[in-house]
């Protein structure tokens, strides 16, 4: 095992979007997100680097190039914790965001919420507190 001095670090995570100025609407205006850069092309973004409103943790959205598609997303989810889960889902409601499975705790312990983007890429909005680097303990 590496030491840690060497390990990776976790660095960003990035989504393709077929409407940058949708997704930045979305995650800057919705979730929270900070906008670290933003390229324009045409006079419309075309890429965004967001830096996440708690944390080091930085997301970057990307216009595919000109002729290509967004790609599938099957299989990829990404995680966002927020203390106040159940408010935090009314407010996004409000703003007119569908929240598709309200808040709910999970076998595990943690409780969970699930959306969309503008894109299709699912979200879990979730709180799981001190529980997040403990091993789980399911219940039945």
Avoid at 32 to 54: D, I, N, S
Avoid at 67 to 82: A, H, K, M, Q, T
Wanted: charged share 30%; proline share 9%; aromatic share 12%.
């Amino acid at each position: 095992m590496p030491k840690p001095a060497s390990g990776v670090e976790f660095n960003h995570a990035m989504l393709y979007s077929r409407d940058v100025a949708k997704s930045l609407e979305f995650y800057v205006d919705r979730i929270g997100f900070k906008v670290v850069e933003t390229f324009e092309w045409q006079k419309r973004p075309v890429y965004a680097r967001l830096k996440a409103p708690r944390g080091n943790g930085t997301l970057a959205l990307h216009h595919p190039e000109p002729g290509e598609s967004v790609p599938p997303s099957d299989g990829v989810r990404l995680y966002f914790e927020v203390k106040e889960l159940d408010k935090f889902c009314k407010k996004l409601e409000a703003a007119g965001v569908t929240i598709q499975k309200p808040p709910k705790l999970m076998p595990w312990g943690w409780m969970h919420a699930y959306l969309d983007d503008p894109d299709g890429h699912e979200i879990s909005l979730y709180w799981a507190g001190a529980k997040r680097f403990r091993k789980s303990k399911m219940r039945t």
